[in-house]
């Protein structure tokens, strides 16, 4: 006697998850009831020892005489500076001059060695 699957749900199975359901809860429930109701009360570590409001006032002070470390910022060389700074147009009618077009490609050709060097060492 063995029933294969239907066409729809099988209800009687889901009753039965159900009801299994119900019966793990109620059996938490009644666990959680009597472990509240046994638990010894844990003794709690002691409390820190509270620092005087005197001592935290003088190392406030303290803190405040130190000097503070000074800063270092480096500078950027001047040939690296002069290439960020863009040059603004003017409000007038005349425009600023334009780099000749041998300086960039100079240019263009240093920083493509450059990029093959870093291929060439797997860095990019």
């Given at each position: 006697?063995?029933?294969?699957?239907?066409?729809?749900?099988?209800?009687?199975?889901?009753?039965e998850k159900v009801k299994k359901l119900k019966?793990?809860?109620?059996?938490?429930?009644?666990?959680?009831?009597?472990?509240?109701?046994?638990?010894?009360?844990?003794?709690?570590?002691?409390?820190?020892?509270?620092?005087?409001?005197?001592?935290r006032q003088k190392a406030l002070e303290y803190?405040?005489?130190?000097?503070?470390?000074?800063t270092f910022i480096p500078k950027q060389p001047e040939q690296e500076v002069k290439e960020e700074v863009v040059p603004q147009a003017p409000a007038g009618p005349t425009l600023p001059p334009l780099p000749s077009l041998e300086s960039l490609w100079n240019r263009h050709q240093k920083e493509k060695e450059l990029v093959?060097?870093?291929?060439?060492?797997?860095i990019l």
């Open positions: 006697n063995m029933k294969l699957g239907g066409l729809g749900p099988d209800y009687e199975t889901i009753k019966l793990q809860k109620e059996y938490s429930r009644q666990i959680k009831e009597y472990n509240m109701k046994n638990i010894t009360v844990v003794q709690r570590l002691p409390a820190k020892a509270q620092v005087s409001s005197v001592s803190a405040k005489k130190i000097p503070r470390p000074k093959a060097a870093f291929k060439a060492l797997h």
